[in-house]
């Protein structure tokens, strides 16, 4: 099983809709983070959260929210799905004494 | 403002080549600097990294030279095979309870056989 697990893998919905990611995750760490991944533009940082009381925004999250549910578990929202928000989302992990990520494989999002 | 600069945006080497890709940063704190590594339908997954007290780090056919008053690092991958070609994104951050990387843009390799 892997370590770093995102749900669902693929997603087409329309406009306006609400969409989840989930992510959850084996390694125990407790520093989780939600990229989004556009073609050109690298991995950008949407939120990330240090423990379960600890939410970050990054440098892009408007649109978007997040929800803690556990140590191992982040889930990503979109309240209302728009065309530019098709990207590839991914969730990472870490520990606080490295500066390793482990990434999930991502989720494929298609807003029409 | 990209705190760090990578270049090139792509690169197409033969297989055996040197592929060369650079960062360039301009944070002074930053303390650590990975490289990782991303496969077509994969996260990317680190590749290796390097602290500012070493010049160089080796891991089998992957290096980092760092340049610290230069304030750029480089990934050099010795004798190149098809299966390298993937994208490669250098990353910067600085100790401290907020750490985060701060990402280059990418660089897309491709070897050709």
């Known amino acids: 099983d892997a370590d770093v697990t995102q749900t669902p893998r693929n997603r087409i919905t329309k406009t306006g809709k609400r969409i989840m990611l989930e992510c959850s995750q084996t390694?125990?760490?407790?520093?989780m983070y939600w990229y989004r991944q556009d073609p050109g533009l690298g991995l950008r940082l949407i939120y990330y959260?240090?423990?379960?009381?600890?939410?970050n925004k990054g440098e892009i999250s408007d649109g978007y929210s997040v929800s803690r549910q556990a140590q191992a578990k982040f889930s990503l929202s979109l309240e209302s799905a728009i065309p530019n928000q098709t990207a590839l989302y991914f969730c990472?992990?870490?520990?606080?004494?490295?500066?390793?990520?482990?990434f999930g494989e991502g989720s494929r999002l298609t807003v029409l | 403002q990209q705190q760090v600069k990578q270049s090139p945006q792509s690169l197409i080497v033969q297989k055996g080549g040197i592929p060369i890709i650079n960062c360039a940063y301009e944070?002074?704190?930053?303390?650590?600097f990975p490289w990782y590594q991303q496969f077509p339908g994969k996260g990317p997954a680190l590749l290796i990294a390097?602290?500012?007290d070493v010049s160089e780090k080796k891991e089998g056919r992957f290096t980092i030279s760092f340049n610290k008053s230069a304030k750029q690092f480089s990934l050099h991958i010795m004798d190149s095979q098809p299966g390298d070609s993937a994208t490669y994104f250098c990353?910067?951050?600085?100790?401290?309870?907020?750490?985060?990387?701060?990402w280059g843009l990418g660089t897309s390799l491709a070897v050709n056989p």
């Open positions: 990472a992990v870490g520990g606080p004494n490295t500066g390793e990520l482990f």
């Open positions: 390694k125990g760490h407790d520093r």
């Open positions: 959260s240090f423990d379960v009381k600890d939410i």
């Open positions: 944070n002074t704190a930053f303390d650590y």
């Open positions: 390097i602290r500012p």
């Open positions: 990353a910067a951050s600085k100790t401290g309870n907020n750490r985060k990387l701060i």
